[in-house]
């Protein structure tokens, strides 16, 4: 069982993580919009390029909310006093792969398959 401290100390870094996926995401918008024909491009190829880079932003940005939701599981874990218990058989996770990734939904065992 995970002391005050330790509980303190993820939700601590649950925010910070969830505060910095917000702004990387601020900051991967422009990225991410639509690519429009530039007649000033040289041509076929500069327009596939900004496809190509708009998809990879787009791909980051669900990645980014995929945390986000994960992030958020774990916050309303705590508030339901479940956070550290294994949301697949209900068993305590280890503490060391909580401090690896305090999102993590499971344990080991139940990660394995």
């Not at 690519?35 to 708009?54: C, E, F």
């Amino acid at each position: 069982m995970l002391t005050d401290e330790e509980l303190a100390d993820f939700r601590s870094r649950l925010l910070k993580l969830a505060a910095e996926i917000e702004r990387e995401d601020d900051l991967g918008k422009p990225a991410q919009a639509r690519v429009t024909l530039d007649q000033q491009s040289v041509g076929r190829l500069s327009r596939m390029d900004a496809m190509q880079q708009q998809a990879m932003a787009q791909a980051t940005g669900r990645r980014r909310q995929a945390s986000r939701v994960r992030i958020a599981a774990a916050l309303a874990r705590m508030d339901e006093a479940e956070y550290g218990y294994c949301s697949e058989c209900g068993d305590e996770i280890a503490p060391a792969r909580l401090q690896l990734d305090p999102a993590i939904p499971t344990c080991l065992s139940c990660a394995k398959g």
